[in-house]
């Protein structure tokens, strides 16, 4: 497993944009399958982004479709969370999560496929 730590959440209003950040505590953060997870009060958790090793393939929930980016930087050991024309309904706590290896075979959008979770970070947009 490797460790995780969210950063860049807060409070912003509707239509605004932040930056979510994922660091890894180990430089082999390259070989992992990563992957954004959030969770709002009352509700489970749900996917929203996932990315290849490579940073070449992107896989995003219809909900953040045109609006979330994510993207890696693996000499910074960092996956990045880009957030924008956000909405209330996207008030949540956003995790990262990592694979050892690529799902083959296995649903990238399952909380099951994911060895390695971070603590979460709040977001919340105010309307």
């Known amino acids: 497993q490797v460790q995780l730590v969210e950063s860049g959440g807060g409070l912003v209003q509707t239509g605004d944009s932040l930056r979510l950040s994922c660091t890894a505590s180990?430089?082999?953060?390259?070989?992992?399958?990563m992957g954004w997870f959030r969770q709002a009060p009352g509700k489970e958790r749900e996917f929203v982004v996932a990315?290849?090793?490579?940073?070449?393939?992107?896989y995003y929930a219809d909900s953040v479709k045109g609006r979330f980016s994510i993207s890696r930087d693996n000499a910074e050991n960092t996956v990045y969370l880009q957030m924008n024309s956000l909405k209330a309904e996207d008030t949540a706590t956003y995790y990262c999560?990592?694979?050892?290896?690529?799902?083959?075979?296995?649903?990238?959008?399952?909380?099951?496929?994911?060895?390695?979770w971070g603590q979460g970070t709040q977001v919340t947009v105010s309307s």
């Open positions: 180990e430089p082999t953060l390259r070989s992992y399958f």
């Open positions: 990315i290849t090793q490579s940073g070449y393939g992107s």
């Open positions: 999560a990592a694979r050892a290896s690529y799902p083959s075979g296995i649903p990238y959008d399952r909380i099951e496929t994911y060895d390695s």
